[in-house]
């Protein structure tokens, strides 16, 4: 790992001034949703927000699928049928009680 960090001054582009401010806001946005995220853990219970949660699995299979073009394969199915269905259920079961 070390060697390859000592060969990124070989290929290393500084940023522009546009690459520069889409740098910056990237970091902005992300620090925004880490902050809204803690204040959400602290509005409500983590069950109740899990169901939000797990809409972040079907964003990131959207954005693999028609931004990378990614072919989904049965494991991607049964993994993601898993964790979403665990969500629902405790969800569900939270709300019931």
């Not at 401010?21 to 925004?32: E, P, T, V």
């Not at 927000?49 to 991607?76: I, K, R």
Request: hydrophobic fraction near 60%; glycine fraction near 8%.
């Amino acid at each position: 790992m070390m060697r390859i960090c000592c060969l990124i001054p070989l290929w290393w582009k500084t940023p522009d001034a546009l690459q520069w401010l889409l740098l910056i806001s990237m970091g902005a946005f992300g620090a925004i949703g880490h902050f809204l995220l803690i204040k959400a853990y602290t509005l409500l219970p983590a069950a109740e927000l899990s169901p939000w949660l797990n809409a972040q699995v079907v964003a990131a299979t959207l954005f693999s699928v028609f931004l990378f073009q990614d072919v989904l394969g049965w494991n991607f199915f049964l993994g993601t049928g898993l964790i979403v269905g665990a969500g629902v259920l405790l969800w569900w079961q939270n709300r019931r009680a």
